[in-house]
C-alpha cells in the first residue's frame, strides 16, 4: 500500500516532498503528498500542498486568478478530477493577486479529495496520478502516484468483523435493495433508490448483525463504477 503519513514524513523533509516536482529556478516551488488510510476506492485521499521558497530571502509571487493552487488526478494523461473551480465567464474581471513567502516550506493546503470524478462516478481500480501546479507565472508542478484496489467480492460480507469499513463492488437490483456479483449476492440495509440498477456500482460501508442471526451491508457512500451510468431513454412519443 502506498501511503504517505505527515507525521513521519513532516514539513522540514523537503528532499523527500521534491521527487516528482518541476522547479521554478529561483522561485518557489510546490511539492505534494498524499495521506491515506487504505487504498479502496471511495476511501478519501487527504493530499497535502506545500510551496518551497529555497532563497534566503521573501519572495513575492503574483497570482493571475483567485486560486494560487491547482489539483488534478490524472488517470493516463486525462484529468477525472480538480479542485479548479469552473473558469469565469468570457469577460469577466478576475483579481490579480500576490502573496509573499519566507525562506524555507510554507504549507498551503491539506485538501480531501473524495476519490470521485468530477462527474461524481467513481475510478477504476488502478493507477492514477496527483497532480499539483502552483498558478504563479513560473507553474512550478510536483506529482505523486497513487492506486486504488478492486473491490472486494460480496462474499466477503461474511469475514468482515461488525463495524468494518470496506468497500464491495457490483450490481444493484431492480429494487436497489440486493448487490450481485460473479460470487454471489448481500441484502443492504436499505435500499439506495438513487443508485441504477444493473450498473457496475461500488460500496462503502460495514457489516450489520440482526438478531435473528442474519447480516447487510450499511452502506455509507456509493458511486458509478468507471464512468456515469446511461441516461434513460425517453419513451416515444405516440403518433
Known amino acids: 500500500m502506498q501511503s504517505y503519513r505527515l507525521a513521519a514524513a513532516g514539513l522540514a523533509c523537503a528532499a523527500c516532498l521534491l521527487l516528482g516536482a518541476t522547479p521554478a529556478p529561483g522561485g518557489v516551488n510546490v511539492t505534494v503528498q498524499t495521506v491515506r488510510d487504505s487504498v479502496d476506492l471511495l476511501d478519501s485521499v487527504a493530499i497535502e500542498v506545500v510551496a518551497h521558497n529555497a532563497s534566503s530571502s521573501l519572495r513575492s509571487v503574483r497570482f493571475a486568478q483567485p486560486a494560487e493552487y491547482a489539483i488534478d488526478v490524472l488517470s493516463g494523461s486525462q484529468v477525472i478530477w480538480t479542485s479548479l473551480p469552473p473558469s469565469p465567464a468570457p469577460g469577466a474581471t478576475v ?44 507553474r512550478p508542478t510536483a506529482s505523486v502516484g497513487i492506486t486504488f484496489a478492486r473491490p472486494l467480492p460480496t462474499t466477503a460480507l461474511e469475514k468482515l468483523k461488525p463495524g468494518e469499513e470496506v468497500t464491495l463492488g457490483g450490481r444493484l437490483d431492480a429494487l436497489r435493495g440486493t448487490l450481485s456479483d460473479a460470487n454471489g449476492s448481500v441484502r443492504l440495509t436499505r435500499r439506495l433508490l438513487p443508485a441504477p440498477p444493473d450498473f457496475p456500482v461500488v460500496l462503502r460501508g460495514s457489516a450489520t448483525d440482526h438478531p435473528d442471526g442474519s447480516r447487510t451491508f450499511t452502506v455509507d457512500r456509493w458511486a458509478p463504477l468507471g464512468g456515469p451510468p446511461p441516461m434513460p431513454t425517453p419513451a416515444a412519443t405516440p403518433p
Open 95 to 138: 483579481p490579480v493577486h500576490s502573496r509573499s513567502f519566507a525562506t524555507g516550506p510554507t504549507p498551503m493546503v491539506l485538501y480531501e479529495w473524495n476519490a470521485l470524478a468530477s462527474g461524481r462516478w467513481s475510478p477504476l481500480p488502478g493507477a492514477y496520478t496527483v497532480r499539483v501546479t502552483l498558478l504563479d507565472d513560473a
